[in-house]
């Protein structure tokens, strides 16, 4: 792919930016007084901000580009990550999990499983997760090396370097707020320089009609029925009528439901933004808030695939570009057509809205990581009677820290790249069993500790040994899986990673009682305010039904349905 | 936390319209054959110095009520 030249307005504009986003964690920094300041945002913060950061936090680049990558790859069935794959979660966490999150005054996810289970729960829990976030921090920063140098010809080290000092910054002096007040300016930076991208691509092609035509005749050059890539549902009732290789079931058990109530539900990245909320209310209104963008952004980061992949399979006038081996590098989606369609000026919009996802998207894994070690790991088990002063100038070590391993994961991802897609595997592992052991904690009031920590071993183990006997179609034995033997081949890498997920909860869920039911529970009145039947249920019967979480919910959830029927 | 946001999002997007109209502006036409003859950088820059006022407004409008 060619390299893109920035003019001085680029550049200019990109300064700006960065200016703004350290200028922030300069302002918020004389509010940082007391470790709660820092790790929570002093429980201060408006709903409309947190539900953008909810949203921003999970943009990373490697969501925005590998949206678009799995749009020209997939088509519209693409969207099943959002319409399937996010917003019943988000619904569900708002509504269902938020009272006990925020309610329980739990400063993180991992201490909410200590008051609900047990310490060896939570410290299993902490330290997956500490480490998960350095290392998912560590291979965003390796990406953004790798596609400006790529991209722009500027020196990995210089650009993961300086990212990484500017992150440092902002966190450092302003913590949580700071990253969250970020995130927000950096999801109206990505969506107003990738909008006029979707405009100018439809606008080229001839418009929504024209698009779907010309899928018709890539989905039939690929071997598969006309309407292949622009069916969200029709072509799923086998797996290899559709070009993700995966059924219904797979898709709305192992995505639907397993995987993504797993993330959106358990992950304290995002909850974190949750809990930092103003009250009660605006907690639970965070999600739901995020919820509604997150149902418009298949037209901002898939549609730029879809139009990549059938004018490119089509005559024009641009073209995917391609790997040594011949096959297409979805992954360049998005900046070839920033290269293509965006003169100088856009261009730098552009361009600073990807640096500006590749940001966000290592800031929310910092704060979680600083908040995650400080609280759950080094308050827990190393220092417990500190003073506050003390765990404040913990966080902000953690926090350079959590920097300086991201910047050493992105140096370790560059030699051995294979360590890094073991790592993530592994990763997968362990968060595929989480949300059985959140589910039956908070909705069933006889799960035990013992049994938690079961099930949570229990079902990790069910995904490794899942994931050692199967393999996906055409694949060779190793890190794709099959590394114990073959007992199932799956259509695709994703089915095969929605039953490996699926076999995971299961496991968890059948042990978790299993083991509860043999093990003595604790008595009920420690459970108030950390299981539904125990806790009263919020008021909100004052506010105006926008603002109440159950009406709220099922207008997103109505919403969500008429758009799957619409794109079915 | 004292630091109202829709300042910073206002300034930050009302510049860099700004920027670009001015830009799209000064600009030889030429320039704009890449996005389909649509002189994108006066259009859209239009658009974000538009809600950047806009976004500074309402924080204005909203601390002027509290005070």
């Known amino acids: ?20 986003v350290v200028g922030i964690g300069f302002a ?31 943009l990373g680049a490697q969501e925005v580009m590998g949206m678009a990558a799995s749009g020209a790859k997939y088509g519209i069935a693409t969207s099943h990550f959002y319409w399937v794959g996010a917003i019943p979660a988000m619904v569900f966490v708002g509504v269902f999990m938020m009272p006990f999150y925020y309610g329980s005054r739990a400063r993180s996810v991992p201490e909410y499983l ?4 047990d310490e060896k729960t939570r410290g299993f829990n902490a330290v997956t997760f500490a480490a998960m976030t350095v290392f998912s921090s560590g291979i965003s920063l390796y990406a953004m090396g790798l596609l400006l140098e790529t991209l722009l010809g500027w020196s990995f080290d210089a650009s993961i370097l300086l990212s990484a000092i500017i992150v440092l910054c902002y966190i450092f002096l302003g913590g949580l707020t700071s ?28 418009g929504w009609n024209q698009l779907v035509a010309r899928l018709q005749t890539t989905a039939t050059s690929q071997g598969y029925a006309a309407g292949a890539y622009t069916s969200s549902w029709r072509y799923f009732s086998d797996a290899s009528l559709n070009p993700m290789g995966v059924d219904w079931f797979a898709m709305v058990a192992g995505l639907g439901f397993v995987l993504s109530f797993g993330y959106w539900c358990t992950d304290f990245l995002v909850v974190q933004r949750a809990m930092a909320a103003k009250s009660m209310a605006a907690a639970r209104r965070t999600p739901l808030i995020a919820a509604i963008p997150k149902m418009m952004f298949p037209a901002l980061v898939i549609l730029p695939g879809m139009l990549a992949i059938a004018m490119t399979t089509t005559g024009g006038p641009l073209e995917l570009p391609r790997k040594p081996d ?7 989606t998005i900046p070839m057509m920033l290269g293509h369609y965006f003169p100088p000026g856009v261009l730098g919009l552009g361009l600073t809205a990807l640096m500006a996802s590749f940001m966000s998207g290592m800031a929310g894994n910092v704060t979680a990581f600083n908040t995650v070690w400080t609280y759950d790991i080094y308050q827990s088990y190393i220092r417990r009677d500190a003073s506050d002063s003390h765990y404040l100038w913990m966080g902000r070590m953690a926090t350079v820290f959590g920097i ?19 790592l993530q595997l592994v990763f997968a592992f362990v968060n595929a069993p989480l949300f059985a052991t959140f589910l039956l904690g908070m909705f069933w009031k006889r799960s035990t500790g013992h049994g938690a920590f079961s099930g949570l071993v229990a079902g990790t183990l069910a995904a490794a040994l899942h994931h050692g006997m199967s393999l996906p179609k055409g694949a060779v034995a190793g890190i794709k899986g099959g590394w114990l033997g073959l007992a199932v081949t799956y259509p695709s890498e994703m089915a095969q990673n929605f039953w490996t997920a699926i076999w995971a909860f299961g496991v968890c869920f059948v042990l978790t009682v299993a083991v509860s039911l043999l093990t003595v529970p604790r008595v009920e009145s420690e459970l108030a305010g950390l299981v539904y039947s125990l806790t009263p249920a919020p008021k909100d019967e004052n506010l105006p039904w926008w603002e109440r979480p159950g009406p709220l919910g099922a207008v997103i959830l109505l919403l969500v349905v008429i758009l799957n029927i619409l794109f079915w | 936390m004292g630091l109202d946001l829709r300042i910073p999002i206002g300034l930050l997007l009302g510049i860099i319209g700004f920027l670009l109209v001015v830009f799209g502006l000064v600009s030889d036409p030429s320039l704009y054959q890449r996005s389909l003859g649509i002189n994108i950088n006066l259009i859209w820059g239009s658009v974000l110095l538009l809600f950047g006022i806009v976004m500074v407004m309402l924080a204005r409008r909203a601390a002027g009520s509290r005070s």
């Open chain 1, 1 to 20: 792919m060619p390299r893109i030249a920035l003019a001085p307005i680029d550049y200019l504009i990109l300064f700006i930016y960065l200016c703004f």
């Open chain 1, 404 to 422: 300086g391993a991201s910047v050493a994961a992105a140096y370790l991802a560059t030699r051995f790249n294979n360590i890094m897609d073991f």
């Open chain 1, 326 to 332: 011949g096959s297409f590098n979805y992954d360049m």
């Open chain 1, 28 to 58: 918020l920094k004389r509010h940082m007084k007391t470790s709660s300041d820092f790790f929570l945002s002093g429980r201060s913060i408006p709903s409309w901000i947190t539900g953008l950061a909810f949203l921003s936090a999970n």
């Open chain 1, 114 to 117: 200590k008051l609900r289970f």
């Open chain 1, 179 to 206: 990253a969250i007040y970020n995130e927000v300016l950096q999801f109206f930076l990505i969506v107003s320089g990738f909008l006029p991208l979707v405009y100018l691509g439809l606008r080229d092609i001839g």
